[in-house]
């Protein structure tokens, strides 16, 4: 086989760019195993993340790429996945991404939002774990249902609890609601660097953490101690939330946390009656203060009755009702979410 065929070949794959991450795939190391074989070539496509957004635009594009060169009559491509690692260090052992899931105010569904991206993540086949950081008010047990609780093995590290496929950990578990709260204060720094540092994880691909509302002492601690991927904003449409999105942007900004987007939660009501959307709060306030913050709009969560069942041993939206409309939002959610780190971690890899 002619190495000026294999030369063309390669120069053609060079001027197949990734759209998100903006370079070519073959200098973000996203080609594999090329062989040119009679009548054609063969080759691997090496995909950051599951449901990579891009993905089939990319495949198109190669095939369309390499079939103009003369001598390429069958394109035979593969693909396989292999999630990368966000952080420069792994700062949490055995963990390569992870996720902030903040707000600036209490009460806009941080949590709620958290279980099920942590779902959805999971769902395209990414080993995803969820730690709830809210120390004073964790809801993470609740939320996710039925499932086994932490326990300490036998080399005194501590295994997460785990419901539907999720490693959890919560001090929601350790802590009583009859806990007195001024207990649990001192608790606080140790227990956090505890879950970061003592609990063995396992290998997972994302670790969701579900902040406290507000940008206080847990943000900074975190935001010193670990090594973070990204964190997402959830917000309300009403003006009031808008300014508290700006001020959670600003201390990411402060700590060189990326902001990768905002999520407008309960933003409009799909009404049983009519089966139309009702935005109550006006339209696109979500999409403006991420234009304006130059963050991606990552979507709008429609207010839905169903999600107060939320908490139930049946576990979140995601598992009971995968098919309802704001179930589907949030896994087109965590399909960017997962583009976006994945993007920036191919990208990184080449600097
Ligand atoms: N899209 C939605 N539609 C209807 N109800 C929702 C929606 N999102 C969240 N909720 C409900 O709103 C309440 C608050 O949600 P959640 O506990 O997730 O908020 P939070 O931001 O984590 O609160 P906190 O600041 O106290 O941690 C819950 O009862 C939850 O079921
Ligand atoms: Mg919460
Ligand atoms: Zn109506």
Same mark, same amino acid.
């Given at each position: $086989? ?17 759209? =998100? ?8 190391? %996203? ?7 009679? @009548? ?9 993340a599951h449901g ?16 103009? =060169?003369?001598? /390429? ?7 396989? =996945? ?28 941080? *949590?709620?939002?958290?279980a099920n991206l942590a779902l959805a993540l999971a769902a395209t086949g990414a080993r995803v ?35 539907h496929g999720i490693?959890?950990?919560? %001090?929601?578990? %350790? /802590? ?29 691909d994302y670790?969701v ?13 975190? *935001? ?5 991927? @990204? ?23 402060? =700590? ?9 939660? $309960? ?48 576990g979140p939206l995601l598992v009971r009702q995968p098919e309802?409309?704001?179930a589907r939002?949030l896994r087109s959610i965590a399909q960017?979410i997962a ?13």
């Amino acid at each position: $086989m002619s190495e000026e065929l294999r030369a063309e070949i390669e120069r053609r794959l060079e001027s197949v760019i990734d759209p =998100v991450a903006k370079e070519s795939v073959a200098r973000l190391g %996203m080609i594999e195993d090329l062989r040119v074989v009679p @009548g054609g070539v063969e080759l691997g496509l090496v995909l950051p993340a599951h449901g990579y957004e891009p993905a089939s635009e990319i495949a198109a594009a190669i095939e369309s790429a390499l079939r103009q =060169v003369a001598g /390429v009559e069958r394109v035979t491509l593969s693909e396989r =996945v292999e999630i990368l690692a966000g952080g420069r260090t792994e700062s949490i052992p055995g963990v390569k991404n992870v996720l902030l899931v903040a707000s600036g105010k209490g009460g806009v569904g941080k *949590s709620t939002v958290a279980a099920n991206l942590a779902l959805a993540l999971a769902a395209t086949g990414a080993r995803v774990g969820l730690l709830d950081c809210d120390i004073y008010g964790p809801s993470i047990p609740v939320l996710m249902g039925a499932g086994e609780r932490p326990h300490i093995d036998e080399n005194r590290r501590i295994q997460p609890g785990k419901a539907h496929g999720i490693a959890l950990i919560s %001090m929601g578990f %350790m /802590v009583t609601p009859d806990t007195p709260m001024v207990w649990r204060g001192p608790m606080l720094h140790g227990a956090l660097s505890q879950f970061v540092d003592d609990v063995d994880w396992g290998d997972l691909d994302y670790l969701v953490l579900d902040l406290p509302p507000g940008t206080g002492d847990i943000q900074l601690t975190l *935001s010193q101690k670990v090594d973070v991927a @990204g964190a997402v904003i959830v917000t309300t449409p009403q003006q009031v939330a808008i300014e508290d999105v700006q001020r959670g942007k600003k201390m990411f900004d402060d =700590v060189q946390i990326a902001t990768l987007g905002v999520i407008e939660n $309960m933003s409009h009501f799909i009404c049983p009656k009519c089966d139309k959307e009702h935005w109550i709060f006006g339209r696109d306030g979500g999409r403006r203060i991420a234009e304006q913050l130059e963050v991606e709009f990552l979507g709008a969560i429609p207010i839905d009755p169903v999600f107060a069942a939320d908490g139930n041993a049946e576990g979140p939206l995601l598992v009971r009702q995968p098919e309802a409309p704001a179930a589907r939002v949030l896994r087109s959610i965590a399909q960017k979410i997962a583009t976006r780190i994945a993007a920036r971690n191919l990208v990184r890899r080449l600097i």
